[in-house]
């Protein structure tokens, strides 16, 4: 087991401890067990030496009521702990861990400050083993039936960070199936797999022994090649699962909801973000194990249900922030404050912050530093407010992260002191310093001043800017008129606006037309009869069928998108958009698909069942085949869906016809979440499922036994160790879910990127997950990756949740630092033109020719067209060149390139 996350100096007892993240601090903690005056009424010293009075033993419980309209259950969930069972030696050997207990090693504020060590003897582990699904996919008693979701992809991130600290240390990973099914997984999968000194066995295990000398543990394992082993490894990680919340069942009869079998929220599965209490609403791991994007989207979606049903006191409530009058300081002598943060351990414990502060002070123009645990915390943020105004600061540099994340926070805080926010500058010594010298910190020191040396002469030549005001148009438009954007259409409507559904069909629905049951028993048709009828009647919502988009053009806040569709050419103008136009289906050029009409794809098949077409439900023998055009060379991503379809259809088919043989032939069964229920029934039910490997693929061939027509698959059976032949009346195959046609047409005329997979490629894959990074574009749906019905319900009420966030303001505001152009300097060649994006440059004539000119509402600030112009006409505000060329200048004072270039003269 690791020893207490990180334990304060101050409490000799180890009684007081602060949690900390990458980048937020969370709060101190006391643990009730080891605090002196919780248990002996003395003590005191944590009391005594917080300057923040944060700390007060004299405080009594209180009970505080608020009225409120709606709430939402985001409780997450609980680690699986894996001493109740007992199984793997957790909490008796010393050399075993979980994996959260593993991340903590991994953290530069863990027990070991970033360093790998084993608690035996504080020594690095040259052999790590991972033990997948520990507390998931068992039915035994304490443990869960259903799979955690995401222990397969943070085991493979756990690998890659482990040998990223120590490349000779040798990684195994013992598992069942691989479950890298989201976006981006199966490439991540394959780099780890890659990896030299990483293995991935597919093993079932148990715990040997811990040896007494080394205390190395022993794993017992068995591989088709060499049968039972066991084999002595320095450390075990348990990948633990994902349980219920702690005290679900009073959570459950506090707020009046039911919950499932697995002791999750019961949901609606038309509307997932929904649970079973009218006005309370439920996001994240709650809902059932999930990863951080499908979380943080869940919460967006709940935020608009609970919009839909508070509309009526939209707006009642809210207050406008009032910021203090900006004061002119762009004519005054440059005062810099210097602000340097510890980042809890991340930057403190590599780089030594008080000699950069002293340093900071030896800085030309700066007149005030000092150093921060946490500037992002908001006591450090409203101490630089108070600085500022105390100092007579007019330039503020914070040296901390990226500025990413942060650097909002950190302008706000010049505008609470009444000066222009781009008077800030933010010196990245976390990503650019402490975390890629983590072990030179003579060095990372050195650097860290180097590039503090730099950002302050850069914050001299800042000029105040204005950012641009523009008014917002309070109608959306949404792209694609499947489930997903129907959900969303509806979701904006039922909050007052007015929205455009534009669909390429002439029917409504999309690819869900052809879905008519799902796993967990939803009636597909009449789910989606319902909701067509529903946009079709409510008045807020217009529908373009056959429709075809020709120009979009416009910015956040203000778009004109013009639809060719069965209405004629309209134009329509919006804030907002929303693409889900959904996603294809491969159409197979193998295994006789095409050829012969007993080979189907898995809709193919799920129609015909629907159907109740005799040939298929009366034959004997079934195959299906998954991963059928993906993961592979030309789609190197999982489809998600395939094997819980295959699933599902085989179990209505045993339904209907019990003597039937069916066979799925598999590589990774990801039936991930509760969906792991069914894979279980189906086995249960006499499905049969065999593994195959992608350089040994099925064979299929059209052949006549006893005198019947029958499709005989052959396929090597990894357990047995043989050829099989299945003689099959029907073969379905598992077709990869791919793009969407036009989906690039859409890309260029939105202004929006394609991801190497050609499926949309939103902001941030974990912070903003329907976010494009053009302002005012979302995305939900298929068209964003593939995904199950539940989970495009769930993005495309995130989605609404996040046009809103747009739609509700009067006004939306656009950065200053936006490109600009000389004329006098402008030739006219156009090399900006060419060079811009987002087609924010465009030329005017004037007296002098054709000049280009910028309109600022859409230039985005990447400076290419700066980096383009010949003649250097157009600049970049908040980057020109003088301020660039400040940096470079302190980087290497002028006094060290003359001794350099002496150096170099003298030695020809």
């Given amino acids: ?151 397969c992809t943070y085991t493979q991130k756990q690998v890659l960070l482990t040998k990223d600290h120590y490349p000779e240390v040798e990684c195994t990973i013992f598992h069942n199936d691989i479950r890298s099914y989201g976006k981006d997984f199966e490439p991540y999968y394959q780099r780890t797999a890659d990896l030299p000194g990483v293995r991935f066995i597919r093993s079932y295990v148990s715990i040997g022994k811990e040896i007494p000398e080394t205390k190395n543990v022993t794993i017992r394992y068995a591989t088709s090649e060499d049968g039972v082993k066991e084999e002595e490894f320095d450390l075990v990680v348990l990948s633990i699962g994902l349980n219920p919340p702690a005290d679900v069942t009073g959570l459950a009869k506090m707020y009046g909801i039911e919950l499932n079998a697995h002791r999750f929220c019961k949901t609606n599965p038309v509307n997932p973000v929904e649970t079973s209490c009218p006005g309370i609403f439920v996001s994240g791991a709650f809902q059932g194990p999930m990863d951080i994007p499908e979380s943080v989207f869940t919460a967006s979606g709940a935020g608009s249900q609970c919009g839909e049903f508070l509309d009526y006191r939209r707006g009642k409530l809210t207050k406008e922030r009032i910021y203090p009058p900006e004061k002119d300081v762009s004519k005054e002598e440059p005062r810099v404050g210097v602000f340097v943060c510890h980042c809890g351990a991340n930057i403190g414990r590599v780089v030594d912050v008080p000699s950069t502060v002293e340093y900071a002070l030896t800085l030309p123009n700066v007149v005030y530093a000092q150093e921060q645990l946490f500037s992002c915390a908001t006591n450090s943020a409203r101490e630089i ?163 075809t988009i020709t120009e979009a053009t416009g910015y956040v806040g203000n778009f004109v998108t013009k639809v060719k569709s069965d209405r004629g050419v309209t134009e329509i103008k919006h804030g907002a958009a929303v693409i889900a136009i959904g996603a294809d289906e491969y159409k197979p050029t193998e295994y006789l698909y095409g050829k012969d009409d007993r080979v189907l794809t898995l809709l193919e098949l799920e129609g015909q069942i629907a159907r109740g077409e005799e040939p298929l439900i009366n034959s004997q023998t079934l195959v299906m085949i998954q991963c059928v055009g993906c993961r592979n060379e030309d789609r190197d991503y999982c489809s998600r869906v395939c094997c819980s379809q295959a699933v599902k259809n085989a179990l209505k088919l045993k339904e209907i016809n019990p003597e039937m043989d069916i066979y799925i032939l598999f590589r990774d069964m990801r039936t991930y979440g509760f969906r792991e229920d069914y894979y279980r029934e189906a086995s249960e039910k006499d499905v049969k499922f065999i593994r195959y490997e992608p350089d040994d693929k099925p064979q299929v061939e059209a052949v006549e036994e006893a005198g019947r027509p029958v499709l005989r698959v052959a396929v090597t059976d990894l357990i047995l160790g043989q050829k099989l032949a299945i003689d099959a009346d029907y073969l379905a195959l598992a077709a990869a879910v791919i793009p969407p046609a036009g989906n690039r047409e859409i890309a260029e005329l939105f202004k929006v990127t394609l991801g190497p997979d050609e499926f949309f490629k939103e902001a941030h894959v974990k912070l903003r997950p329907v976010d494009f990074a053009t302002d005012g574009v979302f995305l939900c749906g298929t068209a964003h990756y593939p995904k199950h019905i539940t989970e495009a319900i769930n993005q495309a009420y995130g989605a609404a949740g996040r046009a809103l966030t747009l739609l509700s303001h009067d006004i939306v505001t656009v950065s200053g630092s936006v490109c600009e152009v000389d004329e006098k300097k402008c030739i006219g060649c156009g090399a900006c033109i060419s060079a811009c994006m987002y087609g924010a440059i465009e030329f005017r004539e004037t007296r002098q020719g054709k000049k280009a000119v910028v309109n600022p509402v859409l230039c985005k600030g990447d400076g290419l067209c700066n980096a383009k112009c010949p003649t250097g006409a157009i600049f970049l505000k908040h980057f020109t060149d003088e301020e660039l060329l400040s940096q470079i200048d302190a980087a290497v004072p002028e006094e060290e390139i003359l001794q350099q270039m002496d150096a170099a003269v003298g030695d020809v």
Wanted: charged fraction near 25%; include cysteine.
């Fill in 385 to 547: 407010t108070d600085m500022i105004r105390e100092k007579g600061l007019n330039r503020v540099v914070v040296a901390a992260c990226s500025p990413r994340t942060l650097e909002p926070l950190f302008r706000d805080t010049l505008r609470e002191a009444g000066i222009n926010q781009y008077f800030y500058d933010m010196a990245n010594i976390r990503e650019h310093c402490s975390w890629v010298h983590s072990k030179e910190k003579e060095e990372a020191t050195e650097k860290a001043q180097d590039i503090l040396r730099m950002s302050v002469a850069r914050a001299c030549h800042l000029e105040p800017l204005q950012e641009i005001d523009l008014p917002v148009n309070k109608t959306a438009l949404v792209v694609g008129g499947g489930i997903a954007g129907m959900t969303c259409a509806l979701s904006i409507a039922e909050q007052g606006h007015e929205v455009s559904l534009v669909e390429k069909d002439s029917d409504l629905g999309g690819m869900a037309r052809r879905i008519h049951y799902t796993l967990e028993g939803l009636d597909v048709q009449a789910c989606l009869t319902d909701i067509v009828l529903k946009i079709y009647q409510h008045p807020s919502i217009h529908v373009y069928t056959d429709a």
């Fill in 1 to 151: 087991m690791v020893p207490d996350p990180y334990n304060q100096d101050i409490s000799s007892n180890k009684a007081v401890h602060i949690y900390f993240d990458q980048a937020v601090p969370l709060v101190t903690y006391i643990d009730p067990e080891a605090c002196l005056y919780l248990k002996e009424k003395k003590c005191l010293i944590c009391e005594g030496v917080c300057e923040n009075e944060a700390i007060d033993f004299s405080q009594k419980p209180e009970k505080v009521e608020v009225s409120v309209g709606a709430i939402v259950l985001a409780s997450g969930f609980e680690p699986f702990d894996p001493r109740v069972k007992g199984d793997y030696g957790y909490g008796t050997m010393e050399n075993v861990v979980t994996s959260l207990d593993f991340e903590r090693l991994l953290s530069s504020t863990g027990p070991y400050e970033g360093e790998i060590l084993r608690a035996s003897n504080n020594k690095h582990p040259r052999k790590i083993a991972w033990i997948q699904c520990v507390g998931s996919r068992r039915v035994t008693p304490g443990d869960n039936s259903y799979c955690s979701a995401v222990c």
